[in-house]
Structures are given as C-alpha cells and as structure tokens.
C-alpha cells in the first residue's frame, strides 16, 4: 500500500456542468485559496467531472462548500476509460451543510485496477435554488502501478 498523494495536479482535466459566472469558474475548485471558489448555476443536479493522465485509485476526498450551498447528496460515478466514459455508480457521499472542509473515505477496494475519470454529481444541495459552492475539492490516493 503506497502513501496518498493528491490526485489532482495541473494535467488533470476539470469539466463541471455550469458555472454562475466568470468570478467562479472551475479553476478556483483546486487552486488552494480559500478565498476562491467553484459556484454552480442554480438547477440540480450540478457536477464537477475530473479525467486523469493515468489510472488512478482514490482513496479520499476532502469538500470545503460554502454553507447554505452545499451538494448534501453526492453520487460519484467513476469510467476507467478516458474517451467516451461509461460512467457507472460507484459510492455516495453526504456532506454536512458547514463551511469546512470535510473528509469521505472511499471504497477503493471496488476499482482495484485504477479509474481513469471521477465525476461527483451533486444530486441535492441545501440552496433553495440549487446552487452549489466549493471552495476546495481535494482527491487522495495512489496513482495505478
């Protein structure tokens, strides 16, 4: 068992399926500043989907949601493959309506040989219209041998 590493670095691709405006844009999710931040358009579901250079084994993810927007139901789905991703259920996540960052270990034992992408579909967020805030998404585990 190797030691966890952060996942996402520059070369990890970063869609998200709507942005409030330019100010909140998907750069801000990783970019460790707490004065930054992802904001969703309001509607449910939101997602945030990361597609990596290699497989990859998460074992960990760390959320910092802005309270009153917090995604309080969080399906990720995971593809091994990084064109045209079959997207399949993997595990679900349910966050505290807080400001800080909160930890969710993941069932790594079920993807044995790595993913290629993640995608954290928030299916219920605690803003009455459905927006979403984050200011840090962290993804720790091991990069497949």
Same mark, same amino acid.
């Given at each position: 068992? +190797?030691?966890?590493?952060? *996942?996402?670095? #520059?070369?990890?691709?970063? /869609?998200?399926?709507?942005?409030?405006?330019?100010? %909140?844009?998907?750069?801000?999710?990783?970019?460790?500043?707490?004065?930054?931040?992802?904001?969703?358009?309001?509607?449910?579901?939101?997602?945030?989907?990361?597609?990596?250079?290699?497989?990859?084994?998460?074992?960990?993810?760390?959320?910092?949601?802005?309270?009153?927007?917090? +995604?309080?139901?969080?399906? *990720?789905?995971? #593809?091994?493959?990084?064109? /045209?991703?079959?997207?399949?259920?993997?595990?679900? %996540?349910?966050?505290?309506?807080?400001?800080?960052?909160?930890?969710?270990?993941?069932?790594?034992?079920?993807?044995?040989?790595?993913?290629?992408?993640?995608?954290?579909?928030?299916?219920?967020?605690?803003?009455?219209?459905?927006?979403?805030?984050?200011?840090?998404?962290?993804?720790?585990?091991?990069?497949?041998?």
């Amino acid at each position: 068992m +190797g030691e966890m590493i952060q *996942l996402i670095d #520059a070369n990890t691709k970063i /869609k998200v399926s709507s942005t409030l405006d330019k100010s %909140v844009g998907k750069k801000y999710l990783t970019d460790g500043s707490p004065e930054t931040c992802w904001t969703s358009q309001q509607g449910i579901p939101q997602f945030v989907q990361l597609t990596f250079t290699t497989r990859v084994i998460p074992k960990q993810i760390h959320l910092t949601f802005q309270g009153g927007f917090v +995604g309080t139901r969080c399906a *990720l789905e995971a #593809a091994e493959e990084e064109e /045209k991703p079959q997207w399949r259920p993997w595990t679900k %996540v349910y966050p505290e309506d807080v400001n800080r960052k909160q930890s969710f270990d993941l069932p790594s034992n079920e993807i044995p040989e790595g993913i290629r992408s993640l995608r954290i579909v928030f299916e219920e967020s605690s803003d009455f219209f459905g927006r979403i805030t984050v200011y840090d998404l962290r993804l720790l585990g091991e990069k497949h041998a």
